[in-house]
């Protein structure tokens, strides 16, 4: 029966003929925990017109004030500030309500430099984040950019080393969907005024944040045997901003659970390293299943060809 429950979840109510029910209505699969994540504070992406930094950062929190999510970690890239003022306001909004983490200052690929450099530079991001924090919030929490952990071992294991002599714990990423592939069609989309467009990138968005958790959920099943906590990467773009509630509520159909981040890194499938070196993005999950020689499951590909077209 479970593994019927998760086919229709997986293939959706109308390719099993039970046309009339709706998505909403399909059966969750098993309960699934996530802990959701947002990076490059306090700029990500293209806006649509009339609308600024401080705008989605807004509503990204209204959602989250609205779905009762607290103590979610927003991962700052300070060299985008530059003193601009929307851009402050928004890192302070986002600081009174939620939490601020390191992303490093500038966003570099550690694949593509040193790892001294590497340190230096998610080190000039600490007074920002000693800036914008309410005192007494734990920021050392670090997302690295571009999920490279890095391409050699050595590199890898200077970075943790020097991470956690800073004190700071390694948030990981385990489900992302390329989040951030959807904000320049929407922005193309509402500059022309095109609803339908705008639908469609509606419906690719919410098949590929479902269809990437169940893929995330099977690995943990790979790996370890069971549903660990997920960690959902997400940016502060725009149309993530248009669609967190939706997002939110098609997971919910899912059985999903919203945790902290704190909450979702105290499972124990977090304190190991699986040691793996990489100059390509990965997440925890995909590592591990590359260092265990596990076979991928299938999973639709992320629409980046038909996402470039839309509202050109
Ligand atoms: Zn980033």
Redesign the pocket.
């Known amino acids: 029966m479970k593994t019927f429950l998760f086919l229709i979840s997986t293939l959706g109510l109308s390719a099993l003929g039970l046309a009339g029910a709706t998505y909403a209505a399909a059966p969750a699969a098993h309960p699934i925990e996530v802990a959701l994540t947002f ?2 504070l306090p700029v990500h992406g293209k806006l649509p017109p009339h609308m600024n930094r401080f705008d989605v950062m807004e509503k990204i929190l209204t959602t989250l004030k609205k779905n009762d999510q607290h103590d979610v970690f927003g991962f700052i ?1 300070a060299s985008t500030i530059a003193g601009i003022s929307d851009r402050e306001e928004a890192l302070r909004l986002w600081a009174k309500e939620q939490r601020l983490a390191n ?1 490093t200052f500038s ?1 570099p690929d550690l694949a593509g430099t040193t790892s001294t450099k590497y340190l230096a530079d998610m080190l000039l991001n600490e007074p920002f984040l000693k800036k914008f924090s309410l005192p007494g919030q734990d920021w050392k929490w670090f997302r690295y ?2 999920l490279g952990e890095g391409d050699s071992l050595a590199k890898r294991n200077f970075v943790r080393k020097g991470l956690k002599d800073n004190g700071y714990r390694i948030a990981e990423v385990t489900t992302d969907f390329s989040d951030w592939s959807w904000n320049s069609p929407y922005s193309r989309c509402m500059a022309q005024g095109d609803s339908d467009g705008v639908a469609e990138l509606k419906e690719s968005y919410l098949h590929a944040a479902v269809s990437r958790l169940h893929y995330a959920d099977q690995m943990s099943q790979l790996v370890f045997g069971r549903s660990i906590p997920q960690i959902l990467l997400m940016h502060v773009g725009a149309f993530d901003a248009e669609m967190l509630d939706d997002m939110m509520a098609a997971y919910r159909a899912e059985g999903v659970t919203f945790v902290t981040l704190e909450q979702a890194a105290s499972d124990p499938a977090y304190a190991q390293d699986p040691g793996f070196a990489s100059a390509d993005a990965e997440t925890f999950l995909s590592q591990w299943m590359k260092v265990k020689k596990l076979p991928f499951p299938a999973v639709d590909k992320i629409p980046a060809g038909q996402l470039s077209k839309t509202c050109l």
């Open positions: 990076d490059d890239n992303h966003h950019p571009f």
